[in-house]
C-alpha cells in the first residue's frame, strides 16, 4: 500500500536559517504528492503540490521537487521566519480514485 | 476559506456514552472525510463520503459510524466513547477524488475529551 515517512521533529532554527523537512514515500503507479501546513489551532491547508515526476511546487518561499528516482518529496525554504512555526505534512494521492495519504507530520519552531 | 464548520469545538464526555460530530460545508463539495489527529500518529483517516449515502471505512474506523443523509453535512457518531477516542478530530471536504486533483480543505477541527 502506499506510504509517507517524514523526517521526525521537532526542527528548531533561528529565524532567517534554511529549511529542510524530509519526505520520502512508497506508492504504486503515479501518484501525485503534497505539503499540507497546520498553524498552531487550526486546520491543514495545502502548501504546495506537484504531480509528476521532475515536477517542482513552490509557494510562500517554500518548494519542494518530485523526485521519482528517489521517491521523495523534500521541503525547503531559504530563510525561514517566525510565522512558519507549524506542523507540516506530507501526503501523497494514488493514481485513480484514492485518499490522501499522510506522513506524521514535522513540528518547525522557529525563534527570532 | 473553504466554508466548514465543525460542531462542537471541544466536547467533555464520560466512557460509555454516544457522541456525535457534526461537519457541515457550504461549498457543494462531493467528497467529505473524517480524521483524527494524534501525537505521533499525525492524520488517520476514520471514515469518508464520495456522495449522499455513500460511505467507506478508512484506516481506524472501528468504534466509529458515520451517516451522510445530505451534501452538505456529514456526521461522525462514537456509539459508546473510549479513553482511547480522546483525539483532535478533523472533517475535510474535496470536489475532487485522486490524482492530481485532489486538494483538501478543513475545517478548525473538535477537540473530544473522553474521561
Known amino acids: 500500500g502506499n506510504s509517507v515517512t517524514q523526517m521526525e521533529g521537532p526542527v528548531t532554527l533561528s529565524e532567517e536559517a534554511f529549511l529542510t523537512i524530509n519526505c520520502t514515500y512508497t506508492a504504486t503507479g503515479y501518484p501525485s504528492l503534497f505539503w499540507y501546513v497546520q498553524y498552531p489551532g487550526e486546520g491543514l491547508q495545502l502548501l504546495l503540490k506537484a504531480t509528476k515526476a521532475d515536477d517542482k511546487g513552490s509557494n510562500k518561499g517554500f518548494e519542494a521537487t518530485y523526485r521519482k528516482e528517489t521517491t521523495s518529496f523534500h521541503l525547503e525554504k531559504g530563510s525561514v521566519q517566525v510565522s512558519d512555526s507549524a506542523v507540516y505534512f506530507c501526503?501523497?494521492?494514488?493514481?485513480?480514485?484514492?485518499?490522501?495519504?499522510f506522513g506524521k507530520g514535522t513540528m518547525l519552531l522557529v525563534s527570532p | 476559506d473553504a466554508g466548514i464548520t465543525q460542531s462542537p469545538r471541544h466536547k467533555v464526555t464520560e466512557t460509555g456514552t454516544p457522541v456525535t460530530l457534526r461537519c457541515h460545508q457550504t461549498?457543494?463539495?462531493?467528497?467529505m472525510y473524517w480524521y483524527r489527529q494524534d501525537p505521533g500518529h499525525g492524520l488517520r483517516l476514520i471514515h469518508y463520503s464520495y456522495g449522499v449515502k455513500d460511505t467507506d471505512k478508512g484506516e481506524v474506523s472501528d468504534g466509529y459510524s458515520v451517516s451522510r443523509s445530505k451534501t452538505e453535512d456529514f456526521l461522525l457518531t462514537l456509539e459508546s466513547a473510549t479513553s482511547s477516542q480522546t483525539s483532535v478530530y478533523f472533517c475535510a471536504i474535496s470536489d475532487a477524488a485522486g490524482g492530481r486533483n485532489e486538494k483538501l480543505f478543513f475545517g478548525s477541527g473538535t477537540q473530544l475529551s473522553v474521561l
Open positions: 461549498e457543494n463539495h462531493r467528497y
Open positions: 501526503a501523497l494521492s494514488g493514481s485513480g480514485y484514492s485518499t490522501l495519504t
